[in-house]
C-alpha cells in the first residue's frame, strides 16, 4: 500500500514540476537584445577570466586597467604588439591554460572587442604563437612605459598601413 501511495505521489510532483516548468518557459520574457543571454564558450571563459577587470563589455571604467572596447586593436598593427598582448602577465600568465582557448579570446578580444580599432586584415591568433608567448611573460619595473613604447609604435604602423603617415 506504501509502495503504491508512494508512486501516486511521486508521479503527481513529476507531472506538476513537468508542468510548472513549461509554465516558466511560455511566461519568460525575451532578450531586450536577440542572443543576449546566450554566450559561446569562448564568451563565457572571456567573462569569467578577464571581465571581472575589463568588463563584459571590454569597458574597465576609469582604473589602470586597460579598455580594450575600440581601443585593443591598436596593437595589432605590428608583430610587437601582438606578441605583446599576450605576453602582459594576465594573459600568459592566465589560468586559461589551454593554448587554443586562450588564442580564442584573444581573437574574440581583437575581433569583437578591439572593433575599429582592429586594422582590417588582422591575422587571428594560433595557439602555436600563444604557446610560444606566454612561455615569455612580460616583467620589468615600469610596465606602462613599455606598454606605451609598443603602443607608440604600433599606432605609427597603423597610420602607415592606412596611408595616413
Avoid at 546566450?38 to 577587470?53: A, E, F, R
Avoid at 563589455?57 to 601582438?82: H, K, W
Wanted: proline share 5%; charged share 15%; net charge positive.
Amino acid at each position: 500500500m506504501r509502495v503504491a501511495v508512494l508512486r501516486y505521489v511521486t508521479a503527481a510532483c513529476v507531472a506538476v514540476l513537468a508542468i510548472t516548468a513549461g509554465a516558466v518557459r511560455a511566461h519568460a520574457a525575451p532578450d531586450a537584445v536577440a542572443g543576449a543571454t546566450t554566450l559561446s564558450h569562448t564568451q563565457s571563459v572571456y567573462v569569467s577570466h578577464c571581465g571581472g577587470c575589463h568588463g563584459i563589455e571590454g569597458i574597465s571604467g576609469p582604473t589602470f586597467v586597460p579598455m580594450l572596447r575600440n581601443s585593443v586593436g591598436s596593437f595589432a598593427c605590428t608583430d610587437e604588439g601582438r606578441a605583446y598582448l599576450v605576453r602582459v602577465p594576465g594573459v600568459s600568465m592566465s589560468l586559461i591554460r589551454d593554448d587554443q582557448t586562450l588564442a580564442d579570446v584573444m581573437n574574440f578580444v581583437l575581433i569583437t572587442l578591439g572593433g575599429s580599432s582592429t586594422p582590417p586584415g588582422f591575422k587571428p591568433y594560433t595557439a602555436a604563437e600563444v604557446h610560444t608567448w606566454r612561455q615569455h611573460p612580460l616583467s620589468g619595473p615600469d610596465f606602462m612605459a613599455l606598454r606605451a613604447h609598443v603602443l607608440e609604435r604600433s599606432l605609427a604602423a597603423c597610420a602607415r598601413k592606412q596611408g595616413k603617415g
